[in-house]
């Protein structure tokens, strides 16, 4: 299983990005992915899932601002994230379960700053 996340940067407050992660390795369609993020020094905090099902949800910390969506022909699974604020900057990984082991990826870092 591997998990590649991209698209993170250096993003002013109120502005948007779109982060996507390649999946290989397992059956994308039938698995949950889901999206975290960790300040360094801090706990890690999950954002959002989306089932394989296409059901999603989100924490609290992002409903309305961030989506999350999946392509199962392409084995990608994207956050996009609007009205960003500096609170938001924080490495970004997705993650999936599978057969009883979660993975990760590496993280893209996301940048919120004027």
């Known amino acids: 299983v591997q998990l590649v996340e991209s698209g993170g940067g250096l993003v002013q407050p109120g502005g948007f990005l779109r982060l996507s992660c390649e999946a290989s390795?397992?059956?994308?369609?039938?698995?949950?992915m889901g999206w975290a993020r960790q300040v360094p020094g801090k706990g890690l905090e999950w954002l959002s899932g989306?089932?394989?099902?296409?059901?999603?949800y989100y924490a609290d910390s992002v409903k309305g601002r961030f989506t999350i969506s999946r392509d199962n022909a392409k084995n990608m699974v994207y956050l996009h994230m609007n009205s960003l604020k500096p609170e938001d900057t924080a490495v970004y990984y997705c993650?999936?379960?599978?057969?009883?082991?979660?993975?990760w990826g590496q993280g893209t870092p996301v940048t919120v700053s004027s």
């Open positions: 993650a999936t379960d599978y057969a009883g082991f979660e993975y």
């Open positions: 390795g397992f059956t994308f369609s039938s698995y949950a």
């Open positions: 989306i089932y394989s099902d296409g059901r999603t």
